[in-house]
């Protein structure tokens, strides 16, 4: 049985905010912020933060109870009333001392009620957490689907606290007796009322009842929970022989949550207005009652004062909307969550478990968490994680590779719930035993997560529905859904590359089209092209030649290389590993829509190409470069590693951004192309050339090279060394008279007749094995020299 705590006495003097606790608490979550693991995401509308009078949460941890007055001191610097356990008070320990200096108060204050409804008119804000303890397990739906929270002791479930719901509704009543008041003009009593609460002058009591009652549900999710013992646990371990197995446990979840990575998700639901429509009589008995009260304890103690036939109605009157306010805000609460990889393994284990699977294969079970993500995805109410919204995070899931997935795998495998072998995933027993809730967190968090979620029926479906789907899933339907992550990655990359902090540079971009990819299919199976744009530009870049094929019978896929066609601040840092890894992913999208493929690159696109041909990839039957990047004009581009190498140490160092880190492209074409490119996307560009020419003899596919003789990006050579290099028997070498490089842009010369010839001949098989030859007029390229007045550092899209 619970211990009852002891009685605290609390002076006026001991309920005083103390500015510099506050300040503290600001300094303390920044630092951990800045220096330690734990990251904390707020999704909060600012009008939310500001209106909301009474904020309640759900309680997973201790320190919770002060991140409410952070987010508050830090976003309004507002001061806050929070109650916490009694026992934290106890002796005016330093902990109670700060924690009153703070705004908090014990649970068992005399007058706790009237004096926060005081508190709320002075314009503080009053948290609560009304699941009254921590609920480790996260076990909050009993057996009937009703809200509850479980009772170890009692081993059944018992109803939430309705104090915030008697608060809110006991206020909203009073806010509109003073309101009638001041429609009476009863000066004596609004006199009376604002020496009580201490207003200045009836104008000050007049605009604070005129606020609504706000109950705001907010909810704290965090991802991913580990296991292993912490600095801390292990401190305390070595210095004291006596510490509890309940006191370990919450050190170790507790403190790996502060220090090492973990998102700290806070989400504020929709406001719920506590409010009650009075009849005719139902105010004359209210009027009647409040011509007796004096103060707000008086008014608190209605139900425990229900001496008279009048009391006993408005009692019941006021507190028959209790328990449907209460069960409002708890739902708002349970279904704040903000749903993670964890939450999405656990439920599908447990739903293998039910239909009585103890192992699944690797690709099944990771294709139905990337199919469960999609689905998800769809659901408007479904708060995800950000990883859960950005491809570039969650996509690897489909080869088991994802980082927080693989991270909670592993938590599971320690403590025994899952074994993983070469090719399948085994569920152990331990999955199905019962824990007590000091234990469970450390012995099953894959409980904890699958109940986490329970409230969010639909999260469960979702998931079942994908296990179904999974299974009987089309290679098309995959590439459909794959497709889907393209065009989101395109959206949260502009849009997270849009911000404020990014305006040096973007504001000189001057682009008024898209830049996103697009995807255009003819109704059957026909060929696909893959067209993959150059250096610094984007998709754009080949529509026009995209439409000219689409036009004709083909399935054409216009790629975004990774980096591209959002800001150069996106470029940055990108690898060309990146690159190619867009190019292969867009391919299978496109294999699994089309009956075969060629690819068109330019510039270096054009490199890629080569790079993905000497892959050999399934369905591959030709490849097209037009002015493919192997050897430049510009000889500077040699200094780019290291100059890339120089910003990267000096970064190091603190308020050093780098020594050149962006220099202006000088591009012609800014509507698809970046107008300052990254050092880092040149030293990258030399990195793929030379990467790309160490694989030309594994480069066997039918090639057409398209090349103009005076480009003033590309040196001419390029196509000539491709040609001499590859392994390809059936190759061609078209010249272009032209010193531009866009070429393929707008069809220079007979660009697109060349390029629409060689694709009908590998259509119609008219190229004979064994073919070799070099078309249109040769010249001389190989000289030291470029044509004067080539050269200007105009990369337009390398």
């Known amino acids: 049985m619970k211990e009852r705590a002891e009685e605290i006495v609390i002076s006026r003097d001991d309920l005083q905010f103390n500015v510099d606790t506050y300040e503290k608490c600001l300094k303390i979550f920044d630092g951990l912020d800045d220096h330690l693991g734990m990251k904390l ?74 004096f926060l409804a005081a508190e709320i008119l ?40 309705t104090g915030a719901a008697v608060l809110a509704l006991t206020l909203d009543l009073f806010k509109h007796r003073i309101k009638e008041l001041f429609k009476a003009d009863d000066q004596r009593r609004l006199d009376h009322w ?40 292990k401190a305390v371990k070595l210095f004291s022989q006596e510490i509890s197995p309940r006191t370990l446990e919450e050190i170790i979840i507790e403190g790996n949550i502060l220090l090492r990575d973990t998102d700290m998700d806070i989400r504020l639901g929709e406001p719920i207005r506590a409010h009650h ?67 999405i393994v656990s439920v599908l284990i447990y739903l293998y478990l039910e239909q009585d699977y103890r192992s699944v294969s690797h690709k099944e079970f990771h294709q139905v968490l990337y199919t469960s993500i999609k689905e998800l995805q769809n659901l408007p109410d479904i708060h995800l994680h950000y990883n859960l919204n ?68 639909e999260v469960k479906s979702a998931i079942s529905l994908s ?32 911000r404020p902090e990014y305006d040096t540079l973007n504001q000189h971009e001057i682009a008024v089209q898209s830049r996103e990819p697009y995807l255009l299919l003819q109704k059957d199976k026909s060929p696909g092209v893959l067209l993959v744009h150059g250096l610094i ?56 829509l089309s009956a075969y493929i060629y690819v068109v690159g330019f510039s270096t696109g054009g490199t890629l190409s080569l790079l993905l041909s000497s892959n050999k990839p399934e369905k591959l039957k030709a490849v097209v470069t037009v002015c493919a990047a192997i050897k430049l004009r510009e000889k500077k581009l040699i200094f780019a590693p290291m100059l890339n190498l120089a910003n990267r140490v000096s970064s190091i160092f603190p308020r050093v951004d780098g020594i050149l880190n962006y220099r202006k492209s000088g591009t012609l074409f800014g509507e698809t192309n970046y107008q300052h490119i990254p050092i880092s996307a040149l030293s990258e560009l030399v990195a793929l050339i030379d990467q790309a020419r160490k694989n030309f ?95 200007g550092g105009d990369e337009q899209a390398i």
């Not at 921590?134 to 170890?152: A, L, R």
């Not at 201490?198 to 991913?224: A, M």
């Not at 103690?301 to 805000?329: F, G, H, I, P, Q």
Request: proline share 4%; net charge negative.
């Open 537 to 592: 530009s984007s998709p754009p870049e080949l529509s026009a030649y995209g439409e000219h094929l689409h036009k004709q019978g083909y399935n054409v896929l216009g790629m975004r290389l990774s980096g591209h066609g959002t800001s150069p601040y996106d470029l940055n840092g990108r690898h060309w590993e990146d690159w190619y890894e867009s190019v292969e992913r867009n391919y299978r999208i496109l294999a699994a």
């Open 390 to 457: 950005k491809p570039e995070k969650y996509r690897k899931l489909l080869n088991g590779k994802d980082p927080d997935f693989e991270q909670f795998i592993k938590t599971a495998g320690q403590v025994g719930l899952l074994m993983k072998d070469k090719e399948r995933y085994h569920f152990k027993d331990k999955l199905l035993e019962e824990y007590d809730s000091h234990s469970i967190r450390l012995e099953n968090p894959v409980q904890v997560c699958a109940n986490e979620v329970e409230p969010l029926s």
């Open 122 to 161: 002075k314009g503080r804000k009053v948290v609560i957490f009304p699941e009254g303890r921590m609920v480790k397990s996260k076990q909050v739906v009993d057996e009937e689907g009703q809200f509850g929270i479980f009772s170890q002791s009692l081993q059944s479930f018992r109803k939430h606290h």
């Open 277 to 343: 429509q009075w009849s005719w009589w139902e105010d004359r008995l209210v009027k009647s009652y409040f011509l007796s009260i004096h103060s707000l304890d008086e008014f608190f103690s209605l139900k425990k004062r229900s001496e008279t036939w009048t009391e006993r109605l408005l009692s019941r009157v006021v507190y028959r909307e209790t328990n449907k306010l209460r069960d409002a805000y708890i739902q708002g609460i349970y279904r704040g969550v903000t749903v993670n990889i964890g939450h």
């Open 41 to 114: 995401y707020l999704h909060a509308e600012q009008e939310t933060l500001e209106k909301g009078q009474i904020f309640l949460f759900n309680h997973f941890a201790r320190f919770e109870t002060v991140i409410p007055v952070y987010i508050f001191y830090k976003h309004l610097r507002a001061f806050t009333r929070t109650i916490a356990d009694a026992n934290l008070f106890a002796g005016k320990s330093k902990l109670g001392r700060f924690l009153l200096g703070a705004g908090a108060i014990p649970n068992n204050m005399d007058g706790l009620l009237p």
């Open 697 to 791: 003899s594994a480069v066997s596919h039918p090639l057409l090279l398209i090349q103009s003789d005076n480009d003033i990006v590309v040196e001419p050579e390029s196509a000539t060394i491709i040609y001499e290099a590859v392994a390809a028997k059936n190759k061609k070498l078209h010249w272009v008279k032209s010193d531009q490089h866009q070429i393929l842009r707008n069809g220079v010369e007979d660009t697109w007749e060349v390029l629409d010839a060689f694709l009908y001949q590998q259509e119609h098989n008219q190229m004979e094995e064994g073919e070799d030859s070099k078309q249109g007029e040769e010249r001389e390229i190989l000289s030291e020299e470029p044509a004067q007045n080539k050269t």
């Open 467 to 498: 296990l179904k789907k999974a299974r009987e899933e089309t290679p098309q339907q995959l590439a459909y859904r794959l497709w889907d992550d393209e065009l989101r990655d395109y959206a949260w990359l502009k849009e997270r590359f849009s």
């Open 194 to 233: 604002c020496q009580a609460l201490e207003f200045s002058d009836h104008e000050q009591l007049r605009s604070s009842v005129d606020e609504p009652t706000l109950i705001v549900p907010g909810t704290i999710t965090f991802s991913p929970i580990r296991l292993r013992p912490n600095i801390i646990a």
